[in-house]
């Protein structure tokens, strides 16, 4: 059982930007893919950016390509998502979740383990 613990949310400017960190426990972390996803409210739960188990090959929403990075190191069984040019459409609960196999990016059901998610709040 993988327990996920995010952290790094909080309140921001537009333009702004955040690191959020997810430290996974409980397995070997470098067996899985891990994803970030997001949920406003009202929202459905959204694919935001994964990354395969040795960091090698990454996956983005349109909508983030070209100011979020995500990135992991597996000696310390964290997995990260630098958000930068922040904007007020980006607020919402954040969330890390881990994955075996390397299909279907996107889609929620291809991850076992979920975080209980941070807050991004983006100001205009």
């Known amino acids: 059982q993988v327990q996920l613990v995010e952290s790094g949310g909080g309140l921001v400017q537009a333009g702004g930007s955040l690191r959020l960190s997810c430290v996974a426990s409980?397995?070997?972390?470098?067996?899985?893919?891990m994803g970030w996803f997001r949920q406003a409210p009202g929202t459905e739960r959204e694919f935001v950016a994964a990354?395969?188990?040795?960091?090698?090959?990454?996956y983005y929403a349109d909508s983030v390509k070209g100011r979020f990075t995500i990135s992991r190191e597996n000696a310390k069984n964290t997995v990260y998502l630098q958000m930068n040019s922040l904007k007020p459409e980006d607020t919402a609960v954040y969330f890390c979740?881990?994955?075996?196999?390397?299909?279907?990016?996107?889609?929620?059901?291809?991850?076992?383990?979920w975080g209980q998610g941070t807050q991004v709040t983006v100001s205009s």
């Open positions: 979740a881990a994955r075996l196999g390397s299909r279907n990016w996107q889609r929620e059901d291809e991850y076992s383990y």
């Open positions: 409980g397995g070997t972390f470098a067996y899985y893919g």
């Open positions: 990354i395969n188990w040795s960091g090698g090959t990454t």
